[in-house]
């Protein structure tokens, strides 16, 4: 196990030990309330360019659809950007044999 992993383990420790204290009594409404939200937020980008008709339509202002559009595309290529530095950094370190 390299540095970098050791490091996580241990701040993930000293994170969770002062989180009981901070995070409601009632875990799982937060849990259910945190998924739903994620999920509303998958589906607005996967089908992002049907839900920009709709409010183009429902509102009947174009302009609010085509910034709600270049919202989701910037968000997406921003998203994709991260992955793929991501991905070189573990390739990088790879071919090095060491952590970056």
């Not at 390299?2 to 996580?8: R, S, T, V, W």
């Not at 089908?47 to 409010?55: K, N, T």
Request: net charge positive; aromatic share 14%.
């Amino acid at each position: 196990m390299n540095k970098a992993k050791k490091k996580a383990l241990k701040d993930i420790k000293e994170v969770n030990a002062g989180e009981e204290k901070r995070m409601w009594k009632n875990k799982s409404l937060k849990w259910k309330i945190r998924s739903i939200l994620c999920s509303i937020e998958y589906w607005c980008v996967a089908f992002g360019f049907p839900i920009c008709i709709a409010v183009g339509i429902l509102t009947g202002d174009f302009y609010k659809a085509l910034a709600l559009w270049v919202a989701i595309q910037i968000y997406n290529t921003a998203a994709n950007m991260r992955g793929f530095f991501l991905h070189c950094e573990s390739y990088i370190e790879y071919q090095l044999g060491e952590t970056i």
